[in-house]
């Protein structure tokens, strides 16, 4: 639901439009629309149509991920979303420990095996570790510790990202200009905490996320 709102809640028509089809093909947009050449055609460039295309289209993509929000109220509801996850991830934690069985079992806990993902190794200290994380990740959301940017000081209110919205520009975001109106004084996420917290997942910690999950 987070991801789905946090898409709809933009206007990205222009990206759409101008770029959609070297994601979706059968896609009709202005662009589509106007592409009369045939895909084994060859351009200046030499390469046939159909890969000059492609490369225009991810350039053309990259170049207008500047959507402003349609939907303030959905996009404020991403945030719901996202604070929810980590209630539930705290829900099945604890449920999950109270299990006394241990049989073919989809999320283990740490006297269980893995009926999925043997290889993957549940311990105390990830679990302990996993909701060290959700913990910060509210905190975040919540505006009471700040996101840091790799070009400031200063760190980014991430509630303020959803109570007080501006258009989503990716590349802005990157490079800082985008961060500017978030930024402020006070306590960040720090990369010492962080590289404590994911050393516990064995450099494996975007997949233990993706699996926790």
């Given at each position: ?37 045939g895909a084994d055609d060859m351009t200046m460039f ?76 549940v311990t105390p200290e990830r679990i302990q570790a ?84």
């Amino acid at each position: 639901m987070a991801a789905a709102k946090a898409w709809l809640s933009h206007d990205f028509s222009e990206s759409w439009n101008g770029s959609f089809g070297v994601i979706f093909p059968r896609a009709v947009s202005t662009l589509s629309v106007a592409n009369g050449k045939g895909a084994d055609d060859m351009t200046m460039f030499g390469v046939n149509k159909a890969q000059a295309d492609d490369i225009a289209d991810f350039v053309t993509l990259i170049h207008t991920i500047r959507w402003p929000v349609a939907d303030t109220v959905m996009w404020g509801e991403v945030r719901d979303h996202l604070k929810k996850v980590i209630v539930l991830n705290r829900e099945t934690w604890a449920l999950i420990d109270k299990e006394t069985d241990d049989y073919h079992e989809w999320l283990p806990g740490p006297k269980q095996k893995s009926g999925v993902l043997p290889s993957f190794n549940v311990t105390p200290e990830r679990i302990q570790a996993w909701l060290a994380v959700l913990s910060q990740f509210e905190a975040a959301l919540d505006g009471k510790i700040l996101v840091p940017h790799w070009r400031f000081d200063k760190g980014i209110n991430l509630a303020r990202v959803f109570t007080e919205p501006k258009p989503f520009d990716l590349v802005l975001w990157v490079t800082g200009p985008a961060a500017l109106p978030y930024l402020q004084d006070g306590k960040a996420m720090s990369s010492g905490e962080w590289n404590q917290i994911t050393n516990i997942f064995e450099g494996n910690f975007a997949a233990y996320a993706f699996y926790f999950n």
